[in-house]
Structure formats: C-alpha cells, structure tokens
C-alpha cells in the first residue's frame, strides 16, 4: 500500500517518524506493508535528513504526486482551504482514499468533500481535524448511530484553555495568561485563530454536522472569543461555585440545533470542570447512552499524528477488502440551525445596584417583561457595595440580550459587572 | 433488513423498545428498514404487551429463528455460554453478522467466535459487552490501531465502583456499602460476579486482547476482589493522598502483558480518581496519543442497548455495502501473558512496628534482600503506636508478596496492617 503525503510540517514529519518507527505493527494490522512513497514539500531543498527518508520521495509537485498511479492513498496534513482542496478532490475522483487532518477546509467545504468521496469509491476520513487522537469523529459516525445525541459540550482548543486555567488557578489577567500560554508554546506568535474562537468554531462545525446528521456550516457557528474576559469574571463565576471554560456548544431542540463557541460558566461538579491545561475533552448527552466524556490532549505533533496512522489503517484495510466507509453525509437530516439569538440559553448577570427598597423588585420584573425566568438570585453588599447576582433560566438568547440591554438603561442599576452564559446545569 | 433478537430481558426489552421509537432515524442511517422479525424467549406465554410487539413474533426456538432464511442479522442479549455460543455460531456459518454483549462467552471463546466469523463472512460486533455505552471496543478495533497502547486502566463494574466510592466518602464499612449498592438495585442478590471481579475479569480479557493483539483468556487475568476492603486501608488511602478504585489493568512491557483485576490506590489527581457511584471509566496511555480517557454509564438496559443498536447499524450497513469489519484477531501478536508473579507492580504498606532504632533500618533491609527499591518511606506515631508507611517503586509481584511475608515474621513488626497496589503514578 503506497502513500502520498502531502505536507511535512509538525504533523507530517511526525507521520513520517512513527510510520517508519511502527513499520512491522502496521503491516501486520493491515495485511501488507503500507509506505510512503512520496512526500510534497512547498520549498525544495531544505534539510529533511532528520527523519531518515531518502531524499528522492520529496517533490514540490504535490498534483503530480496525487496522480502517480502507483499511489493508493493520500493523506492530507498540510492545512489551509487551497491547494488542499483540490489534492484532495483529485485524489477522490481517482479514487485514491484520503486521510486529512484540515478542520479548515472540512468546516468549509465538508459536503463537497463527501460528495467527492462517494462519486470516487474513496473514503475520507478525518479523525485529526477536532480533539487530535482522542477519538471523537469515530464515535460520532459509528458508535453513536442507534442513538440520538441531544447536546455535545466540548474544551476543544487547548491555548484557550490553558489561558482560562491559569485565569482561575493564578488570578491572573488575561494577558498575563496569554503571554505564559505563548511562553510555553501553547499560543501562536498571532493567536487570532485561537483566542478568537475560529479554530474552535471549525471543530464545532464538524461535531454538530456529525453528530446531528446535519450540514452545519462555518457560518453557521456562533463565534465569541475570550479576549474580554476579566478576573472579575472568573471570580464571579468562584463565587457561584462555577468555573470558566471556553466552549464548543452543539445542542438540539425540536425547533433545531444551535452550534456556538463561547465562554461559559459551567458546575464545578461537571466532569469538564477539572479539564485544565492545554488538554481537550468533549462531553456528549445521548438519549440513551447519557452523559459520556472523552478526554486526552487535544492538540500536538505526534498526537496528532497518532490520529492520522489510525485513520490510514482504516483505508488501507477498506483498500484490501472492498469495503468503503458508510459516507456519513448520506444521512444528512434537515435540521434549522438556529442563529444565536433563536438559541435557548442561561445566563449569570452581576450587577451593582442603588441600595434602596424596590431595585429587586425593578430588575426581577425587567426579566420577566422580556419573558425570561430567574432560577437564583443573589442580593450581596450595603451602600455602594449593593450588587444583585442573577442565574435565569433557559430562554432564547435574544430575549436575554434584550433584558440585558434595558438592565444598563435603568437608573437604579450603577452598572452591570459581569455577564456570561452558563451551561452544563 | 430483518433482524433476530435472542433474549428479552433488560437489555433485550430496551433494544426493542428503542428500535421501535427510531425506526425513522434507523433507515436514514442504514439506508434501510431495520426491523425486528424474530424474539427468542426462554419462556412462551409470558405477557410481554408492554413491548408493543406482535405476539407472533415471539418464540421459544432461538436455533429456527436463527436459522429462518429471511433474517440477516442476529443479536444476542442473552447471555451465559451455551445455548448463546451454539445461536451465534450457527448464525455466522450461515454468514449471518451477529451482534452480542456476551462478555462471558468473548472472554471464554472469543478466537473461536472469531474464526466463525471469518469462515463466515460475517461481522461479530460487541461494544455493548463492556462499559456499556462508551465506545472502547470500537476505538481499541479502529481508532488506536495506528499506535502502541502500554496500559489500559479501567473502572469497569459499576458495582464495585459505588461500594468503594461509598466506603471512600461516608466511612462506612464494605458490608454497609454492599447493601446500600444492593438496595439500590446496583448489587444483585448474589453480588459474587461484581465483587469477586468475575465481571472485571471478563471486561479485562476483552479489553487486552483487543489492546496487545494477543488473545487473552479468562483463565490468564489474574483476579482479587474488594471484599476483604476495610475502613482502615480506605483512611490509609486517604492519608497517602490516595483514593482506593476497583481496578482492571492490562499492561505491557518488553517481557509480555499483564492483565488483573484488584483494589488499588491511585493518586487523588489521577483521572479516574474522581469517577464515584456506579459510573465507568476507561484510561487509556498509548504511546504517541497519550493519556486519554472514556467515561460514562457502564451498566442499565438503556445505555447497553444504545451500545447494541450502535452495532447493529454498523453491521446493517456493512450489510448493504458488501463490507466486511478488519477481524481484529487476524493481527493477533504472539505475546506472553506473564502470571501475577512476574507481573511488576506496586505496593503501600503500612506496617505496626517497634518503636526501638534499628527497626526502620531492619524493615528497609527486607525490602532490598527482595530486590524492591522503596520509593517513599514514612515512620509516624510513638510507642504502641509507632508505623512505618512505605510505597515501593515497581518490582515483579512475587517479590514484593515474599517481602510482605518476611516482614510479617519479623519480630520488630507488631502486624501488616494495610497493603495495596499502588497503580496510575
């Protein structure tokens, strides 16, 4: 079996080490010896003698690589919308299986892709793009197939999360986290994609499309960063017995699916609380099945690259034995997702309020003008400490923003200090 | 597509009950209709109108309705040996795929099953036949195929885990917590398969062979169970920072594996240190993909059922495309399975000594004429009270039990009062 590798940057040159490492393993586990037989690189020349390949199976050529007709599959590590799309695509019309690990280009162009696989006879297969080797697009497409997943709550970026844990275990600002997060590498030198939700906007689109049968676009995400977050938000949240986390959402209802990337103020009790550091963990509620949580390092060379060799056993042995992956895709329901402000959620509201009789009774019933219910409220503080501490209930998104906003209008409110949605009740 | 369902208890009922309310959602997945044909029951004439069902569905010939040539799938919910082993035999030669949660008969005949499947041409699926609705056997077949696992650490028996849990959190003895599990419906009446390790044993077989490649019997998982658990090894746990968990472990080392179920302390921070009640959890430490771990109910007729229909729409839709699962016992490894003896562990001891100088020095000397380094050493309390603490760095298991003997025939130990292995450092 004769692979194509396409990109050689962390996670390729990763590829390459431990399929050279696991040689015997993974021909046993396939039934034959799977090698790379080329790799395209985008600058010719540079010294790749570190990984002990021999000098001829670089090319720049990476077309030219995908059509040699001695190649069998084709795995993807290289990133980014174009040229991956189109190595990708020619590698499915000619049939050739493929292995990518771009969440990028799989939030944008998924469908695509799928129709590519199908019309191709080739698999595709994408374990890598979310949650690195914690196995996750496989439960998804399989083990939870006689089962109707009702929410998928997921830490899914480790920088974020690096950055909201030592937020809240140093008291530190953000900045100060963001720049121990770059420090220790966890942070880009730009950290745009990260701290602003994007890289996780794109792993939600891909669990909401797998995990409700479901094309749920990039632009169909809803997008917040974390860049505002303060250390009064993360004391807040201490003071409530909840914790900041930086989220993926992707939960249904029967008017549709809303699928967000946000922060949230979750229980301390939930299985996600304690998930700090750079590691990922997705919490999955299934009708039957419960409440499970997967957890493992969501990000790095050679994790990554674990994810990548499974996936290659996979094809190599659909190749040897007919078979072809049942295209997930084909099931596709039609599903609304809902935008943000259609999308039911519950928020945590601090605000410093005038300390005199009738403020409670004024901002309880601004809640409930705009139809949404308190589930706690908190009256702390005399004089000018006078703060409220509210916690609704569930109530569409834009019914909240809306109290919000009037809340700020009212003269017996100074300010409101803290405001975060909350989930995992 | 038209399915036999062999046995209607718990899990039975609810994998009748959920197809019938998925019966939409099952034939968008499949690509098909996927209905049940055929109920074998041990019993006829019981009133089952409960389930929906026609009666005439129902029959008490599991072999004819195995054998009926409009059925194409058989799962077994059943369980015990035989006749379980003869149903699923006959239906794979007759190239029938067959979805089981029988881990007593995997774990006693798993290579024979098999081969039936191979001459067959026929799936075996059984994700249900441990940690219920968590997907392990599909990741350990699939997902980690590209890696090496070193260890595997799992709370599989739900059972055992709420009495350690219980005895961990309320100070109450094994028998309180035994009844309490068992008023709770978690215990059956006669606990010996939950807290003997019997069930662990079973999950623990399944488990490694899957994990190393290499069939793994029943007979080589060596067993202990937590009835001999008292409140004072539960303090000592807590005084070492240590929580006390019903453990099945499978390792691997150069010399082979090791695979046993038994009581054992692992640090408070530890993963699976948090996983209470009768929930399940599965630590995985792979070489490339590191630690990861799977949680989730593992037990409850719903939550099984959800890991059986999970199968039977993989197996239906394998069905549909002519595809065939990679038998995962085709890359069997040749590895030794190393007796308990030659197993390296841990251990805590706790011992009562003389409160003379020397007795330190003299306990120290026993553990070294045994070839076990010590890796912490505490001596606390005065007089009557004096004790020495020890954890050792890992040592095949028979030195370390002929340690514990010498020492208890020392004159300046007074008793052995607590000894654990120590796992997940």
Not at 74 to 82: D, S, T
Not at 295 to 307: H, K, L, Q, W
Request: include cysteine; glycine fraction near 10%; aromatic fraction near 4%.
């Amino acid at each position: 079996m004769k692979i194509a590798l396409l990109g050689c940057g962390t996670v390729g040159s990763e590829v390459v080490r431990l399929m050279r490492m696991r040689t015997t393993e993974l021909a046993d586990r396939v039934g034959e010896t799977v090698e790379i037989a080329g790799i395209a690189v985008r600058r010719a020349g540079k010294d790749r003698s570190h990984l002990g390949v021999a000098d001829d199976l670089f090319t720049t050529d990476a077309i030219g690589l995908v059509k040699r007709p001695d190649i069998d599959v084709v795995v993807e590590v290289a990133g980014g919308i174009e040229p991956a799309k189109s190595w990708i695509t020619t590698a499915l019309a000619e049939g050739k299986s493929v292995v990518t690990a771009n969440k990028a280009l799989l939030a944008a162009d998924g469908p695509a892709l799928a129709d590519a696989a199908r019309a191709g006879n080739a698999d595709l297969y994408y374990e890598a793009a979310a949650a690195a080797a914690i196995p996750l697009m496989r439960p998804l497409r399989d083990s939870f197939q006689g089962d109707t997943i009702n929410q998928v709550l997921g830490i899914v970026n480790g920088t974020t999360n690096y950055i909201c844990s030592r937020m809240s275990e140093a008291g530190i600002s953000y900045g100060e986290a963001l720049q121990e997060a770059s420090d220790l590498g966890y942070a880009e030198a730009d950290p745009t994609a990260d701290v602003d939700g994007y890289d996780a906007a794109a792993k939600a689109a891909l669990i909401a499309s797998l995990a409700f049968h479901t094309h749920v676009d990039l632009s169909d995400v809803h997008r917040e960063g974390i860049a505002d977050l303060t250390p009064a938000d993360i004391k807040a949240a201490a003071d409530a017995g909840r914790v900041i986390k930086p989220l993926c959402i992707a939960s249904r209802d029967d008017d549709g699916i809303s699928v967000r990337v946000h922060p949230a103020m979750i229980p301390l009790g939930h299985p996600l609380a304690n998930v700090n550091g750079a590691y990922n963990a997705v919490f999955i509620e299934a009708e039957s099945a419960g409440r499970l949580m997967f957890y493992g390092a969501g990000a790095g060379g050679t994790e990554t690259a674990s994810a990548v060799l499974g996936d290659i056993v996979t094809v190599a042995r659909n190749r040897r034995s007919g078979a072809r992956a049942f295209p997930p895709e084909a099931a596709y329901g039609e599903r609304t997702v809902k935008p943000i402000g259609k999308a039911r959620t519950r928020y945590y509201v601090s605000l410093e309020v005038v300390d005199e009789p009738g403020v409670l009774a004024r901002v309880a019933a601004t809640f409930a003008h705009h139809g949404v219910s308190l589930a706690t409220v908190h009256q702390t503080g005399r004089g000018e400490d006078a703060q409220l501490v509210v916690v609704t209930h569930y109530a569409p998104d834009e019914q909240l923003t809306a109290t919000l906003d009037e809340l700020k209008r009212l003269s017996l409110v100074h300010s409101v200090s803290s405001t975060m949605r909350v989930e995992g009740d």
